[in-house]
T-cell receptor
Framework: DAKTTQPNSMESNEEEPVHLPCNHSTISGTDYIHWYRQLPSQGPEYVIHGLTSNVNNRMASLAIAEDRKSSTLILHRATLRDAAVYYCILSRFGMNRDDKIIFGKGTRLHILP | DSGVTQTPKHLITATGQRVTLRCSPRSGDLSVYWYQQSLDQGLQFLIQYYNGEERAKGNILERFSAQQFPDLHSELNLSSLELGDSALYFC??????????????FGPGTRLTVL
């Protein structure tokens, strides 16, 4: 079954770029890749998602490998407010109304001032 | 504020009991998702409804059930509660389009403590 694998934790300096990796080697052709983050004492919030092409939005960029077996969330300039747990998630549309959402265990990102 | 509301905020109950958690999605959203977050298991997807119909099922126990009503609010029912059910339960909504590619908006969660 599909799953995502992420490092347990990462550290980065403030104002530097951060690259958060996710491995999803068992991804299927129609699975979307999502990233959410959870700030302390809050519910998760959407960061970005994509299917095959790299994606950019105001929060981050998502780089998807050509074979789609891995992806990287890029925060271009980390701030202290970006300290959170980042989840890499796959969503799969089921033809028989049996959709699936597969969560990774998340990467806890520490930002050093 | 995401626009998703969950009640109650906190719930304390005893083993063997049954509780109901309630979620109201953002205005216009047709999908509702339920998640469980415990210290040892992390964030786990339980179940999704779209416009009243079950669409996706995750690691939801048989003791748990959910439904989405015609006014689109949803309830998660947890029965025969065990100590291990103590967790933060999140509801999220998305829509109005069907499909899992939509951005989900999470509520503040209900903290359940089973004693």
């Amino acid at each position: 079954d599909a799953k995502t694998t992420q490092p347990n934790s990462m550290e980065s300096n403030e104002e530097e770029p951060v690259h958060l990796p996710c491995n999803h080697s068992t991804i299927s052709g129609t699975d979307y890749i999502h990233w959410y983050r959870q700030l302390p004492s809050q519910g998760p919030e959407y960061v970005i998602h994509g299917l095959t092409s790299n994606v950019n939005n105001r929060m981050a960029s998502l780089a998807i490998a050509e074979d789609r077996k891995s992806s990287t969330l890029i925060l271009h300039r980390a701030t202290l407010r970006d300290a959170a747990v980042y989840y890499c998630i796959l969503s799969r549309f089921g033809m028989n109304r049996d959709d699936k959402i597969i969560f990774g265990k998340g990467t806890r990102l520490h930002i050093l001032p | 504020d995401s626009g998703v509301t969950q009640t109650p905020k906190h719930l304390i109950t005893a083993t063997g009991q049954r509780v109901t958690l309630r979620c109201s999605p953002r205005s216009g959203d047709l999908s509702v998702y339920w998640y469980q977050q415990s210290l040892d298991q992390g964030l786990q997807f339980l179940i999704q409804y779209y416009n009243g119909e079950e669409r996706a099922k995750g690691n939801i126990l048989e003791r748990f059930s959910a439904q989405q009503f015609p006014d689109l609010h949803s309830e998660l029912n947890l029965s025969s509660l065990e100590l291990g059910d103590s967790a933060l339960y999140f509801c999220a909504s998305s829509g109005p389009l069907e499909g899992l590619a939509n951005e989900q908006f999470f509520g503040p969660g209900t903290r359940l403590t089973v004693l």
